[in-house]
């Protein structure tokens, strides 16, 4: 299997480390905005690519992956949202 089969995937995955590295400088909200846009973007793709583009995007059917996608990037955005930053004390 060649890293060509794997290009939508490495896109998603350039992407969401540069979302950890700004989580890592302290930037906790815009990092986490930029992890849950990236699982946005992923859905997107796995939605609009055919299966043999798509490389490792394709874990299952297009709707469940897509379906289980689209629910993580909620469920991240909603966390960071929710999340609390002020310093305790």
């Known amino acids: 299997m060649t890293s060509a089969r794997f290009g939508a995937l490495w896109l998603v995955a350039a992407a969401l480390i540069s979302g950890l590295v700004v989580i890592a400088v302290g930037q906790v909200r815009v990092g986490g905005f930029i992890l849950a846009g990236t699982v946005f973007g992923a859905a997107l793709i796995r939605l609009v690519l055919p299966a043999e583009r798509a490389g ?4 299952r059917s297009r709707a469940a ?19 609390d930053l002020r310093p305790m004390g």
């Open 56 to 59: 490792g995007l394709v874990v």
């Open 65 to 83: 992956d897509v379906l289980f996608l689209l629910g993580m990037a909620v469920a991240l955005f909603v966390i960071v949202i929710a999340l």
